[in-house]
């Protein structure tokens, strides 16, 4: 069978004022980056401190190392079964594996045994990736940085999920208190989402739990803002012309993370945590964060009613507004975090699979891969526990999407591993403010007390 062609993706970036030619080029140390997902390509950053050769990766499967969709899996891959079980090497054991192969090419020449190392830093789920990078290769690294990106080193997505749930309520909270008339908006657009079928732009479909999944963006910075002026403009055509104008419905179908176009980042997600069993994504327990001071179950179709809604006139209620006063507040969510319960859960997820035009023709893959137990270990925590690589972080005290005492245990597990903990920056601190971030990063490196 002739081997077919797959690309790996690192673009350099070299400060000029530290290399002025070739030769001063092949001194620089090099600074590998990997960023957020899984599912995503780097975002372009200020060369970090300008003292190395900037390596932004873009993981396997994704941006330029050929990026994973339906349209681009091998020719010889035709059932789901084989599709599934090409998309097990996209984890991040497979994605460090790729980076030690870029090493060796880039620096297996050298003499010195140092300067074969490199530094990575790792943002977010490139976080996770360093870590794995070293439980199983620490030979290789020089130093490692990380923001935002202490990994669970044990456990089901389940404990993540449930872990999270405060703070995406508390952010929740936090939007209504900022605007306050949202919660009659987001109720009316829920409302009209329940009797009509929205077609986006793009051919997918925006439902009752797609719109809720703008939630994603309670936990960076801005975000609120940004879901309050897409609720604000949905809710304004409503009330002006009785439906959503094209415009509107393109701003909502860029507030979702772009998944449409980065397919792992859903059919992944939950298999980035998974060590040896299986994610269960469509039946294990989840959980509702509809209501503001208790957890609710999510109810069936069966169970909708007709109530009225802020116009006076009736209409099908969400699951969960039957069971809510007029100034109670309907969450919103996020992708991941569905506000369901196992007996609902099996018919919301495939749908919501459907919701995304280029998702739909992975949903059967998707399923597989929920089901399927044989995941290899991501860390190797009794080699943590005796690392000798300097580890330096920051870590974001109200962050959303990795849970701040979960970091904790992480910290504490991995042997050199030393933290910047601040409340001032959310996950996306990185991009908000690298240049403060960096400067945090070295100077802990420097482990000076």
């Known amino acids: 069978m002739k081997a077919r062609k797959s690309a790996s993706f690192p673009e350099p970036s070299i400060p000029q004022s530290k290399a002025n030619t070739v030769e001063d080029e092949e001194k620089l140390p090099y600074f590998v980056f990997l960023g957020g997902g899984p599912g995503f390509e780097f975002k372009t950053q ?55 192969e870029l090493r060796k090419i880039l620096l297996g020449d050298k003499q010195n045994a140092e300067d074969r190392k490199w530094t990575i830093m790792g943002s977010s789920y490139g976080g996770f990736c360093a870590i794995t990078y ?35 309520k508390k952010r929740n909270q936090m939007y209504y208190e900022k605007y306050p008339l949202d919660v009659k908006r987001v109720r009316d657009i829920v409302a009209y989402l ?15 739990r797609r719109f809720q999944s703008i939630g994603i963006g ?9 879901i309050h002026q897409l609720v604000f403009r949905m809710a304004s055509d409503l009330q002006l012309i009785g439906k ?22 859903c059919i992944l997600h939950e298999q980035m ?14 959980y509702s964060i509809t209501a503001p001071d208790t957890l609710r179950n999510g109810l069936g179709p069966a169970q909708w009613r007709k109530i009225p809604n802020s116009h006076g006139s009736t209409s099908k209620a969400y699951p969960i507004l039957k069971h809510f006063s007029s100034a109670e507040k309907l969450y919103v969510s996020s992708i991941i975090l569905y506000a369901v319960f196992d007996d609902f859960f099996n018919e919301v997820f495939p ?99």
């Not at 009797?195 to 732009?201: D, F, T």
């Open 351 to 449: 749908e919501f699979l459907d919701d995304f035009i280029n998702l739909r023709p992975l949903k059967g893959v998707a399923h597989l891969l929920a089901d399927d137990e044989s995941w290899d270990a991501l860390y190797d925590i009794e080699k943590l526990r005796k690392n000798e690589v300097k580890v330096s972080a920051v870590t974001y005290f109200n962050d959303m999407y990795v849970d701040f005492a979960i970091a904790q245990e992480t910290a504490s597990t991995i042997k050199n591993c030393e933290q910047y903990i601040t409340n001032q920056l959310f996950h996306d601190g990185l991009y908000v403010d690298g240049k403060d971030v960096m400067k945090r990063l070295f100077q802990i490196s420097k482990r000076v007390y």
């Open 273 to 286: 945590y998974c060590q040896g069993y299986f994610s269960d994504t469509f039946s294990y327990r989840k």
């Open 194 to 208: 329940e009797e009509n079928s929205v077609l986006l732009p793009t051919g997918g479909t925006l439902s009752i």
């Open 244 to 265: 959503m104008t094209f415009k509107t419905l393109q701003l909502a179908e860029e507030s979702g993370f772009h998944i449409d176009g980065n397919p792992l980042f």
């Open 46 to 100: 200020r060369n970090a401190g300008h003292i190395a050769e900037t390596l932004w990766m873009d993981p396997r499967g994704t941006g330029l190392s050929t990026h994973i969709s339906q349209e681009s899996f091998p020719p010889h891959l035709v059932t789901d079964q084989e599709k599934a079980n090409y998309l097990k090497h996209f984890r991040a054991d497979s994605i460090v594996k790729d980076c030690e």
């Open 218 to 226: 309670l936990g960076v910075d801005g975000g609120i803002d940004r």
């Open 134 to 168: 070293l439980s199983f290769f620490p030979s290789g690294l020089k130093e490692v940085f990380l923001s935002g990106g202490l990994p669970p080193l044990t456990g089901h997505p389940e404990r993540v999920y449930r872990s999270l749930i405060p703070m995406l």
